[in-house]
């Protein structure tokens, strides 16, 4: 066994807005019509994450019409100049997300903190009460919920585009971060489908297009609270 039992989540808001990377060269930020991959993965980190393990986003339904509309923005500049730009966000939200998650084997240093049940619990209670972080559709300025599912509410509830196909085409999926500090940290784009509402996302490596973005450098990490002390806490 090296991954979880699943968990349902709905997660919604007054807005969103999941930035395609070539609308902000302008200044300007316009929304996906989807959430990615690595969006919803944030969403749930901020849920319950430990470096014991690794968030698997398996699904995403879309259960509201997809509705965008654009605000006029005042940017603060490095000189303490202003400018005017534009952004497009998604209106009223709401995405019923399936997910797991695996244990990081990247580091062995937390082997003995790999307890299925006790991880597994913690994310439930975390989930009833609304998340341990704060939740944002994309961007800050996006408040976001977060609240439990039953798998039946997940299956049955109704979405808006139960009967639909569409296509979103190509997307950023996700980040592929270095093991080593120093290394090179990727992004990785695929062709994103939604089918009778439902997107299933590819993992990152499995990628067709992954780019180089920059060198990545991050700290040797130290040995982290035990998920005993963690849900003692609830």
């Not at 509830?157 to 196909?165: E, I, L, P, R």
């Not at 994103?192 to 590819?202: A, C, D, E, L, Q």
Request: a negative charge; hydrophobic letters at 30%; one cysteine or more.
């Amino acid at each position: 066994m090296n991954k979880s039992k699943y968990f349902f989540a709905k997660v919604y808001g007054d807005r969103a807005l999941f930035t395609s990377p070539e609308s902000k060269s302008g200044g300007e930020k316009i929304s996906y019509s989807a959430p990615t991959r690595e969006s919803l993965k944030g969403i749930i980190d901020a849920n319950y994450f430990k470096p014991t393990i690794t968030n698997v986003i398996d699904e995403v339904r879309i259960m509201n019409k997809i509705e965008s509309y654009t605000q006029g923005m005042r940017l603060l500049l490095r000189d303490y100049s202003a400018d005017l730009s534009a952004y497009t966000y998604i209106s009223d939200p709401c995405y019923y997300v399936k997910f797991h998650f695996e244990w990081n084997e990247d580091r062995e240093d937390l082997k003995n903190d790999r307890n299925f049940l006790k991880h597994e619990a913690i994310t439930e209670r975390s989930l009833k009460r609304g998340g341990r972080r704060s939740i944002f559709l994309g961007v800050s300025e996006c408040q976001g919920y977060i609240e439990y599912l039953t798998e039946e509410e997940y299956e049955n509830d109704k979405g808006y585009y139960d009967d639909t196909n569409l296509g979103f085409g190509l997307m950023l999926v996700g980040l592929i971060y270095p093991k080593k500090s120093g290394e090179m940290l990727r992004s990785a784009y695929g062709p994103i489908n939604m089918k009778n509402g439902r997107i299933t996302f590819p993992r990152p490596e499995d990628c067709p297009i992954i780019n180089e973005v920059s060198n990545y450098s991050f700290k040797e990490p130290d040995l982290t609270r035990t998920v005993d002390q963690e849900l003692e806490d609830y």
